[in-house]
């Protein structure tokens, strides 16, 4: 019998290659998007058609306002920063910063997991795109897994060891895009961007646009999405 | 200046002492409820009394759907236990427990704690009554508070370090209840039941309420809530 996994999918470029890696590594996954109030709304559309082109049995989306405890570009008025060089991203924690984001988003993939019976945990966190954010290190990822492991009747009970995958924690862009090609990814459907117009087209100006187009070019692959 | 917390307020018994407890320790709280879908949605208006009975100048409530992620009898469908002995009730862990809840809260609570500048976060946690929910130990909130740490911009950028504080963890219902009469509360505004009806009072039978009527009976004093 196949194991059961949660992948955190949030519909973008490397939620998506995470749960391709997933399912090639025999996993049957369990997809968990969240609709924390962000103002890309769009994405959570996405995930459901990504969700639904790889076969995926079970999708659920939590929603949880997490504008009513404040603090992030990516869900308040503040403005998204764009045209910024590479160099720029690379210093300090950006403003699109959610405060414990993924302590969060892994807390409820932690709640599904264990009511669906599965042990095993995907995140797209990555250390070189947002260098400032200190929830996609491994230490963060470490941390996390050990309090799992203590958080938890199925783990307490002794009926498994919970256990957080970040399979592209040290990939670069081009080689994210290069394992999902690989593996049969249709990047068409997935959207990066952090500042949408109301039809879904990318901005092309954002820091994660400017970082997916690095990474198409770098991977000699022609990104099919609109911008 | 007076050091700011966040303290994690249901409106039951436990959380309003840790309320009090963190007022009379010198710091200035916000409050933090979440609306996680439980069946017992008094408790929330419960926790804006408690709030404003007790001068809490910031008090936010984080709605959240649990019930997407299924897995308790406080979330879902499954009957709350009634009439259970005091063995039973010590006895694994029982129906109510919500498939990493102290995780989700914390998580929340940490979200919140560095957007409004805080590094000390209050939870009610207890090793007693409850003795079969894993994420109540101490080794659990150790666990939490070192990821805390990892986690954040705050902690990361050495403005400060993150302590989570569960004074009540080795306390017995009659000790809180002694302790939250020696600091003013006032318990009338709380409730503690699993399963109260429409007009929010307590039935009087499920785990909670016993112990809750045990611990009033032990420290001497006159549970002035009905049911």
Redesign the interface.
């Known amino acids: 019998m196949s194991p059961h996994a949660v992948v955190l999918l949030s519909g973008g470029l490397d939620s998506t290659t995470v749960l391709a890696i997933a399912k090639a590594r025999g996993f049957v996954p369990h997809a968990?998007s969240v609709d924390y109030g962000q103002r890309h709304r769009i994405e959570l559309e996405r995930a459901a058609e990504v969700a639904r082109s790889m076969s995926v049995a079970h999708h659920?989306?939590?929603?949880?306002?997490?504008r009513?405890?404040?603090?992030s570009a990516l869900t308040s008025a503040i403005d998204v920063p764009k045209d910024r060089s590479h160099d720029a991203m690379a210093t300090g924690?950006p403003v699109t910063?959610?405060?414990?984001?993924?302590?969060?988003l892994?807390?409820?993939a932690?709640?599904?997991a264990?009511?669906v019976g599965a042990f095993d945990i995907f995140i797209g966190a990555n250390v070189y795109d947002y260098s400032?954010y200190?929830?996609c290190?491994p230490?963060?990822l470490e941390?996390?897994e050990?309090?799992?492991n203590?958080?938890?009747?199925a783990?307490?009970?002794g009926r498994g060891t919970f256990r957080i995958h970040a399979p592209l924690i040290e990939m670069t862009k081009a080689q994210i895009i290069g394992t999902g090609v690989q593996l049969g990814v249709d990047y068409s459907l997935t959207l990066s961007c952090y500042d949408p117009d109301e039809r879904g087209r990318a901005c092309g100006r954002c820091d994660s646009c400017q970082l997916r187009q690095k990474g198409f070019d770098e991977a000699g692959v022609k990104d099919s999405v609109e911008s």
């Open positions: 968990l659920v989306t939590v929603k949880i306002d997490l009513a405890i404040g603090g924690i910063y959610v405060p414990a984001r993924n302590t969060i892994l807390g409820l932690l709640g599904f264990e009511t400032g200190p929830d290190r230490e963060f941390a996390f050990r309090t799992a203590l958080a938890t009747k783990a307490v009970e």
